[in-house]
Protein backbone atom coordinates (compact mmCIF):
# COMPACT_ATOMS: atom_id res chain seq x y z
CA UNK A 1 0.00 0.00 0.00
CA UNK A 2 1.54 3.46 -1.05
CA UNK A 3 1.23 6.33 1.58
CA UNK A 4 0.71 9.60 0.54
CA UNK A 5 3.62 11.84 -0.08
CA UNK A 6 2.51 14.17 3.01
CA UNK A 7 3.23 10.96 5.13
CA UNK A 8 6.87 10.71 3.67
CA UNK A 9 7.71 14.61 4.48
CA UNK A 10 6.44 14.19 7.98
CA UNK A 11 8.84 11.36 8.72
CA UNK A 12 11.75 13.43 7.47
CA UNK A 13 10.78 16.23 9.44
CA UNK A 14 10.66 14.78 12.63
CA UNK A 15 13.82 12.44 11.70
CA UNK A 16 16.14 15.79 10.70
CA UNK A 17 19.41 15.34 10.39
CA UNK A 18 22.45 16.73 11.13
CA UNK A 19 21.83 20.69 12.42
CA UNK A 20 18.36 19.62 13.22
CA UNK A 21 19.05 16.97 15.48
CA UNK A 22 17.99 19.18 18.44
CA UNK A 23 14.49 18.45 17.01
CA UNK A 24 14.98 14.78 16.87
CA UNK A 25 15.48 14.80 20.57
CA UNK A 26 12.34 16.72 21.08
CA UNK A 27 10.38 14.46 18.81
CA UNK A 28 11.95 11.77 20.55
CA UNK A 29 11.25 13.60 24.17
CA UNK A 30 6.97 14.16 23.03
CA UNK A 31 7.29 10.17 22.08
CA UNK A 32 8.55 9.31 25.78
CA UNK A 33 6.01 11.98 27.35
CA UNK A 34 3.08 10.43 25.46
CA UNK A 35 4.17 7.11 26.09
CA UNK A 36 4.21 7.41 30.18
CA UNK A 37 0.99 9.03 30.04
CA UNK A 38 -1.04 5.90 28.01
CA UNK A 39 1.18 3.97 30.61
CA UNK A 40 0.08 5.51 33.48
CA UNK A 41 -3.34 5.40 32.08
CA UNK A 42 -3.51 1.77 31.53
CA UNK A 43 -1.64 0.36 34.88
CA UNK A 44 -3.96 2.44 36.96
CA UNK A 45 -7.50 2.16 35.41
CA UNK A 46 -6.23 -2.11 35.53
CA UNK A 47 -5.60 -1.39 39.21
CA UNK A 48 -9.07 0.37 40.08
CA UNK A 49 -10.80 -2.20 37.74
CA UNK A 50 -9.01 -4.81 39.38
CA UNK A 51 -10.04 -3.74 42.94
CA UNK A 52 -13.81 -3.27 41.54
CA UNK A 53 -14.06 -6.77 40.42
CA UNK A 54 -11.91 -8.24 43.29
CA UNK A 55 -14.54 -6.51 45.56
CA UNK A 56 -17.48 -7.80 43.88
CA UNK A 57 -15.83 -11.75 43.72
CA UNK A 58 -15.48 -11.38 47.42
CA UNK A 59 -18.52 -9.95 48.71
CA UNK A 60 -20.42 -12.36 46.19
CA UNK A 61 -18.54 -15.24 47.55
CA UNK A 62 -19.35 -14.19 51.44
CA UNK A 63 -23.07 -13.11 50.66
CA UNK A 64 -25.86 -14.28 48.58
CA UNK A 65 -26.94 -12.23 45.32
CA UNK A 66 -30.30 -10.98 46.98
CA UNK A 67 -31.69 -11.31 50.78
CA UNK A 68 -35.21 -11.48 51.21
CA UNK A 69 -36.53 -10.23 54.58
CA UNK A 70 -40.08 -9.01 56.10
CA UNK A 71 -41.39 -5.79 57.51
CA UNK A 72 -42.54 -7.98 61.01
CA UNK A 73 -38.68 -8.42 61.90
CA UNK A 74 -38.56 -12.20 61.22
CA UNK A 75 -40.34 -14.73 58.52
CA UNK A 76 -42.47 -17.18 60.03
CA UNK A 77 -41.67 -20.89 58.23
CA UNK A 78 -39.02 -19.63 56.23
CA UNK A 79 -38.18 -23.37 54.86
CA UNK A 80 -41.86 -22.96 52.56
CA UNK A 81 -40.80 -19.41 51.91
CA UNK A 82 -37.23 -20.77 50.59
CA UNK A 83 -39.42 -23.17 47.98
CA UNK A 84 -41.19 -20.62 46.85
CA UNK A 85 -38.71 -18.39 46.28
CA UNK A 86 -36.92 -21.16 44.00
CA UNK A 87 -40.13 -21.39 42.12
CA UNK A 88 -39.39 -17.43 40.77
CA UNK A 89 -37.53 -17.21 37.35
CA UNK A 90 -34.13 -16.07 37.75
CA UNK A 91 -33.49 -17.73 40.88
CA UNK A 92 -30.71 -20.44 40.85
CA UNK A 93 -31.22 -21.24 45.00
CA UNK A 94 -32.41 -20.15 48.37
CA UNK A 95 -31.38 -20.63 51.94
CA UNK A 96 -33.32 -19.67 55.04
CA UNK A 97 -30.66 -17.66 57.59
CA UNK A 98 -30.66 -15.96 60.84
CA UNK A 99 -28.42 -13.11 61.49
CA UNK A 100 -27.58 -10.43 64.60
CA UNK A 101 -25.12 -8.71 66.57
CA UNK A 102 -22.79 -10.68 69.01
CA UNK A 103 -20.67 -9.95 71.45
CA UNK A 104 -17.95 -13.24 71.30
CA UNK A 105 -15.61 -14.09 74.60
CA UNK A 106 -12.77 -16.05 74.86
CA UNK A 107 -9.76 -16.78 77.81
CA UNK A 108 -8.14 -14.21 75.36
CA UNK A 109 -10.39 -11.16 75.49
CA UNK A 110 -13.64 -10.31 74.00
CA UNK A 111 -15.07 -9.10 70.65
CA UNK A 112 -18.22 -7.76 69.14
CA UNK A 113 -19.16 -9.61 65.72
CA UNK A 114 -21.88 -11.03 63.14
CA UNK A 115 -23.23 -14.43 64.40
CA UNK A 116 -25.28 -15.88 61.27
CA UNK A 117 -27.20 -18.89 61.51
CA UNK A 118 -27.36 -20.94 58.45
CA UNK A 119 -29.15 -23.74 56.97
CA UNK A 120 -26.40 -26.42 56.57
CA UNK A 121 -28.45 -27.99 53.97
CA UNK A 122 -28.45 -25.47 51.58
CA UNK A 123 -25.78 -22.78 52.60
CA UNK A 124 -23.34 -23.87 49.89
CA UNK A 125 -25.47 -23.72 47.12
CA UNK A 126 -25.91 -19.80 47.65
CA UNK A 127 -22.77 -18.47 49.19
CA UNK A 128 -18.82 -19.51 49.22
CA UNK A 129 -18.65 -20.75 52.55
CA UNK A 130 -17.97 -24.44 52.16
CA UNK A 131 -15.08 -23.69 49.23
CA UNK A 132 -13.74 -20.87 52.31
CA UNK A 133 -13.04 -23.51 55.33
CA UNK A 134 -9.58 -23.69 56.10
CA UNK A 135 -10.37 -26.46 58.84
CA UNK A 136 -13.13 -28.13 59.99
CA UNK A 137 -16.80 -29.18 57.66
CA UNK A 138 -19.69 -27.41 57.48
CA UNK A 139 -21.20 -30.94 58.61
CA UNK A 140 -19.70 -30.55 62.13
CA UNK A 141 -22.12 -27.57 62.43
CA UNK A 142 -24.91 -29.45 63.93
CA UNK A 143 -23.17 -31.90 65.91
CA UNK A 144 -22.52 -31.65 69.54
CA UNK A 145 -18.88 -32.18 70.60
CA UNK A 146 -18.60 -34.55 73.34
CA UNK A 147 -18.93 -32.31 76.28
CA UNK A 148 -22.67 -31.50 74.60
CA UNK A 149 -21.66 -28.03 73.14
CA UNK A 150 -22.71 -27.34 69.81
CA UNK A 151 -20.02 -25.93 66.74
CA UNK A 152 -19.40 -23.03 65.46
CA UNK A 153 -17.30 -21.50 62.72
CA UNK A 154 -14.87 -18.34 63.29
CA UNK A 155 -13.73 -16.38 60.80
CA UNK A 156 -9.91 -16.16 60.51
CA UNK A 157 -9.20 -12.86 61.61
CA UNK A 158 -11.90 -13.24 64.30
CA UNK A 159 -10.36 -16.84 65.88
CA UNK A 160 -6.54 -14.93 65.56
CA UNK A 161 -7.28 -11.91 67.54
CA UNK A 162 -9.73 -14.18 70.04
CA UNK A 163 -6.48 -16.65 70.59
CA UNK A 164 -8.59 -19.31 69.63
CA UNK A 165 -8.68 -22.44 67.30
CA UNK A 166 -10.10 -25.77 66.84
CA UNK A 167 -11.63 -27.14 69.62
CA UNK A 168 -11.35 -24.32 71.88
CA UNK A 169 -14.57 -22.62 73.63
CA UNK A 170 -16.27 -19.52 73.13
CA UNK A 171 -19.14 -17.73 74.59
CA UNK A 172 -21.59 -15.79 72.63
CA UNK A 173 -23.45 -12.76 73.89
CA UNK A 174 -26.79 -11.82 72.16
CA UNK A 175 -28.89 -9.12 72.83
CA UNK A 176 -32.91 -10.10 73.40
CA UNK A 177 -32.33 -11.45 76.93
CA UNK A 178 -34.71 -11.57 79.84
CA UNK A 179 -35.25 -8.32 82.31
CA UNK A 180 -34.80 -8.77 85.80
CA UNK A 181 -35.27 -6.60 88.49
CA UNK A 182 -31.21 -5.82 88.30
CA UNK A 183 -31.87 -5.01 84.75
CA UNK A 184 -31.91 -6.94 81.12
CA UNK A 185 -29.17 -9.61 80.69
CA UNK A 186 -28.15 -10.92 77.81
CA UNK A 187 -28.67 -14.40 75.87
CA UNK A 188 -25.61 -16.09 76.50
CA UNK A 189 -24.14 -19.78 74.91
CA UNK A 190 -21.52 -21.74 74.84
CA UNK A 191 -19.96 -22.75 71.36
CA UNK A 192 -17.05 -24.92 70.64
CA UNK A 193 -14.85 -24.20 67.37
CA UNK A 194 -14.81 -26.41 64.61
CA UNK A 195 -13.95 -24.91 61.60
CA UNK A 196 -11.77 -21.44 60.40
CA UNK A 197 -13.14 -20.08 57.22
CA UNK A 198 -11.25 -17.42 54.64
CA UNK A 199 -13.37 -15.63 52.67
CA UNK A 200 -10.69 -13.04 51.72
CA UNK A 201 -12.10 -9.84 52.54
CA UNK A 202 -10.90 -8.52 56.49
CA UNK A 203 -14.01 -6.93 57.46
CA UNK A 204 -15.83 -10.60 56.87
CA UNK A 205 -13.08 -12.81 58.52
CA UNK A 206 -12.70 -10.43 61.17
CA UNK A 207 -16.50 -10.53 62.19
CA UNK A 208 -18.19 -13.40 61.40
CA UNK A 209 -19.08 -16.69 63.12
CA UNK A 210 -21.31 -19.14 61.87
CA UNK A 211 -23.84 -21.94 63.21
CA UNK A 212 -26.23 -23.88 62.51
CA UNK A 213 -29.68 -22.43 61.70
CA UNK A 214 -31.48 -24.73 64.63
CA UNK A 215 -29.23 -23.20 67.49
CA UNK A 216 -29.23 -19.84 66.31
CA UNK A 217 -32.95 -19.65 66.82
CA UNK A 218 -32.99 -21.72 69.75
CA UNK A 219 -30.11 -18.90 71.50
CA UNK A 220 -32.50 -16.15 69.49
CA UNK A 221 -36.11 -17.61 70.72
CA UNK A 222 -36.63 -18.06 67.00
CA UNK A 223 -37.87 -21.48 66.65
CA UNK A 224 -39.30 -22.01 63.71
CA UNK A 225 -38.66 -18.62 62.61
CA UNK A 226 -35.74 -16.85 60.48
CA UNK A 227 -34.42 -13.42 59.88
CA UNK A 228 -34.37 -13.70 56.31
CA UNK A 229 -34.17 -16.15 52.99
CA UNK A 230 -30.85 -15.97 51.27
CA UNK A 231 -30.86 -16.08 46.85
CA UNK A 232 -28.58 -16.85 44.20
CA UNK A 233 -29.86 -15.82 41.06
CA UNK A 234 -27.73 -17.12 37.94
CA UNK A 235 -26.88 -13.78 36.45
CA UNK A 236 -25.61 -11.47 39.05
CA UNK A 237 -26.04 -8.43 36.49
CA UNK A 238 -29.66 -9.73 36.71
CA UNK A 239 -29.93 -9.41 40.60
CA UNK A 240 -32.36 -5.97 40.43
CA UNK A 241 -34.81 -7.87 37.96
CA UNK A 242 -35.12 -10.82 40.00
CA UNK A 243 -35.01 -8.98 43.20
CA UNK A 244 -38.26 -6.55 41.69
CA UNK A 245 -39.61 -10.26 40.61
CA UNK A 246 -39.65 -11.35 44.02
CA UNK A 247 -41.42 -8.26 45.75
CA UNK A 248 -44.07 -8.69 43.05
CA UNK A 249 -44.20 -12.40 43.41
CA UNK A 250 -44.22 -12.37 47.37
CA UNK A 251 -45.93 -9.07 48.32
CA UNK A 252 -46.15 -7.62 51.86
CA UNK A 253 -44.83 -7.82 53.98
CA UNK A 254 -41.85 -9.22 51.99
CA UNK A 255 -38.96 -7.53 50.75
CA UNK A 256 -36.34 -8.16 48.41
CA UNK A 257 -32.82 -6.42 47.93
CA UNK A 258 -30.03 -7.40 45.57
CA UNK A 259 -26.39 -7.42 46.62
CA UNK A 260 -25.77 -3.87 44.27
CA UNK A 261 -28.54 -1.83 46.32
CA UNK A 262 -26.64 -3.34 49.53
CA UNK A 263 -23.25 -2.03 48.46
CA UNK A 264 -24.49 0.93 46.10
CA UNK A 265 -21.75 3.30 48.07
CA UNK A 266 -18.83 1.07 47.61
CA UNK A 267 -19.48 0.37 44.16
CA UNK A 268 -20.38 4.46 43.26
CA UNK A 269 -17.02 5.43 45.44
CA UNK A 270 -15.04 2.95 43.60
CA UNK A 271 -16.41 4.38 40.01
CA UNK A 272 -16.00 8.31 41.14
CA UNK A 273 -12.68 6.98 42.03
CA UNK A 274 -12.07 5.56 38.25
CA UNK A 275 -13.51 8.46 36.69
CA UNK A 276 -10.98 11.33 38.57
CA UNK A 277 -7.96 9.42 38.05
CA UNK A 278 -8.86 8.88 34.48
CA UNK A 279 -9.18 12.53 34.13
CA UNK A 280 -6.35 13.32 36.18
CA UNK A 281 -3.85 10.92 34.10
CA UNK A 282 -5.77 12.54 31.08
CA UNK A 283 -3.40 15.36 32.09
CA UNK A 284 -0.32 13.48 31.83
CA UNK A 285 -0.75 12.84 27.88
CA UNK A 286 -2.10 16.34 27.71
CA UNK A 287 1.69 17.90 29.17
CA UNK A 288 2.56 15.27 26.68
CA UNK A 289 0.99 16.96 23.79
CA UNK A 290 2.41 20.63 24.41
CA UNK A 291 5.83 19.13 23.84
CA UNK A 292 4.17 18.52 20.78
CA UNK A 293 3.23 21.95 19.82
CA UNK A 294 6.69 23.10 20.58
CA UNK A 295 8.05 20.63 18.42
CA UNK A 296 6.32 21.56 15.68
CA UNK A 297 6.26 25.11 16.05
CA UNK A 298 10.04 24.94 16.00
CA UNK A 299 10.06 22.88 12.78
CA UNK A 300 7.98 25.29 11.23
CA UNK A 301 9.92 27.75 12.27
CA UNK A 302 13.20 25.61 10.95
CA UNK A 303 11.24 24.72 7.89
CA UNK A 304 10.15 27.99 6.55
CA UNK A 305 12.24 27.96 3.17
CA UNK A 306 10.95 24.15 2.62
CA UNK A 307 7.15 24.97 2.90
CA UNK A 308 7.83 27.85 0.48
CA UNK A 309 9.22 25.88 -2.13
CA UNK A 310 6.97 23.33 -1.58
CA UNK A 311 4.05 25.58 -2.48
CA UNK A 312 5.90 27.10 -4.99
CA UNK A 313 5.95 23.40 -6.86
CA UNK A 314 2.35 23.20 -6.67
CA UNK A 315 1.46 22.50 -2.59
CA UNK A 316 -1.89 23.42 -1.54
CA UNK A 317 -2.33 25.32 2.22
CA UNK A 318 -4.10 21.75 2.85
CA UNK A 319 -1.40 19.90 1.91
CA UNK A 320 1.11 21.75 4.19
CA UNK A 321 -1.30 21.22 7.34
CA UNK A 322 -1.65 17.51 6.45
CA UNK A 323 1.97 17.19 6.69
CA UNK A 324 2.14 18.73 10.06
CA UNK A 325 -0.80 17.26 11.34
CA UNK A 326 0.17 13.62 10.27
CA UNK A 327 3.80 14.72 11.95
CA UNK A 328 2.19 14.93 15.38
CA UNK A 329 0.30 11.97 14.59
CA UNK A 330 3.29 10.10 14.29
CA UNK A 331 4.32 11.03 17.65
CA UNK A 332 1.05 10.40 18.69
CA UNK A 333 0.50 6.59 17.54
CA UNK A 334 4.29 6.02 18.19
CA UNK A 335 3.69 7.02 21.97
CA UNK A 336 0.53 5.50 22.44
CA UNK A 337 1.96 2.28 20.92
CA UNK A 338 5.09 2.36 23.12
CA UNK A 339 2.98 3.32 25.99
CA UNK A 340 0.16 0.44 25.40
CA UNK A 341 2.97 -2.46 24.97
CA UNK A 342 4.62 -1.19 28.42
CA UNK A 343 1.24 -0.76 30.45
CA UNK A 344 -0.14 -4.31 29.27
CA UNK A 345 3.77 -5.95 30.01
CA UNK A 346 3.52 -4.18 33.34
CA UNK A 347 0.12 -5.03 34.48
CA UNK A 348 0.75 -8.87 33.28
CA UNK A 349 3.75 -9.00 35.35
CA UNK A 350 1.56 -7.55 38.32
CA UNK A 351 -1.13 -9.92 37.85
CA UNK A 352 1.39 -12.93 37.20
CA UNK A 353 4.04 -12.32 40.23
CA UNK A 354 1.87 -10.38 42.38
CA UNK A 355 5.02 -8.93 43.72
CA UNK A 356 3.47 -5.69 45.77
CA UNK A 357 1.69 -6.73 48.70
CA UNK A 358 -0.96 -4.86 50.33
CA UNK A 359 -2.49 -4.61 53.95
CA UNK A 360 -5.40 -6.44 54.19
CA UNK A 361 -6.90 -4.85 57.18
CA UNK A 362 -7.17 -1.70 54.83
CA UNK A 363 -8.01 -2.72 51.32
CA UNK A 364 -9.70 -6.29 52.05
CA UNK A 365 -7.50 -7.92 49.88
CA UNK A 366 -3.59 -8.30 50.42
CA UNK A 367 -2.29 -8.14 46.46
CA UNK A 368 -2.53 -5.41 44.01
CA UNK A 369 -5.32 -7.17 41.94
CA UNK A 370 -5.46 -6.24 38.11
CA UNK A 371 -8.11 -6.68 35.48
CA UNK A 372 -6.92 -5.58 31.97
CA UNK A 373 -10.40 -4.82 30.12
CA UNK A 374 -10.23 -4.61 26.09
CA UNK A 375 -12.69 -1.67 26.09
CA UNK A 376 -10.53 0.46 28.33
CA UNK A 377 -7.21 -0.02 26.30
CA UNK A 378 -9.18 1.10 23.59
CA UNK A 379 -10.47 3.95 25.37
CA UNK A 380 -6.81 5.12 26.41
CA UNK A 381 -5.56 4.80 22.87
CA UNK A 382 -8.18 6.76 21.18
CA UNK A 383 -7.87 9.31 23.93
CA UNK A 384 -4.36 9.64 23.35
CA UNK A 385 -4.40 9.47 19.95
CA UNK A 386 -7.24 12.37 19.87
CA UNK A 387 -5.19 14.67 22.06
CA UNK A 388 -1.91 14.31 20.12
CA UNK A 389 -4.12 15.14 16.98
CA UNK A 390 -5.97 18.42 18.50
CA UNK A 391 -1.76 19.45 19.46
CA UNK A 392 -1.18 19.45 15.63
CA UNK A 393 -4.08 21.65 14.77
CA UNK A 394 -2.41 25.50 15.92
CA UNK A 395 0.90 24.23 14.49
CA UNK A 396 0.06 23.23 11.49
CA UNK A 397 -2.27 26.16 10.75
CA UNK A 398 0.77 28.37 11.29
CA UNK A 399 2.35 26.50 8.84
CA UNK A 400 0.16 26.78 5.89
CA UNK A 401 -0.07 30.75 6.56
CA UNK A 402 3.26 30.83 5.61
CA UNK A 403 4.21 33.31 2.45
CA UNK A 404 6.34 31.71 0.15
CA UNK A 405 7.12 34.79 -1.71
CA UNK A 406 8.02 36.43 1.32
CA UNK A 407 10.16 33.06 2.65
CA UNK A 408 12.41 33.07 -0.27
CA UNK A 409 12.35 36.95 -1.00
CA UNK A 410 16.52 36.76 0.06
CA UNK A 411 17.34 33.40 -0.91
Not at 169 to 190: D, I, Y
Request: charged share 20%; aromatic share 8%; with cysteine.
Amino acid sequence: MRLPVEFYIAKKYLLAKRKQTFISIISFISVAGVAVGTMALIIVLAVMSGFERELKDRILGATAHAHVTSADGSIAKPFELAEKIRGVKGVAAASPYIFTQMMITSGSGALGGVLRGVDIATIGEVTRLTKDLRVGKLSDLPRKTADGLPGVILGRELAGNLGVGPKDVVEVLVPGGSVTPLGAFPRTARFRVVGISQAGMYEYDATFAYIALEEAARLLGMEGRATGVEVKVHDVYAAADVAKALRSELGYPYWAKDWMQSNRNLFSALKLEKVVMFIILVLIVMVAAFNIISTLIMVVMEKTKDIAILMTLGATRRTIRRIFALEGLIIGVAGTTAGTALGGLLCHLLRRYEFIRLPSDVYYISTLPVSLETGTVLLVMASSILICFLATVYPARQASRVDPAEAIRYE
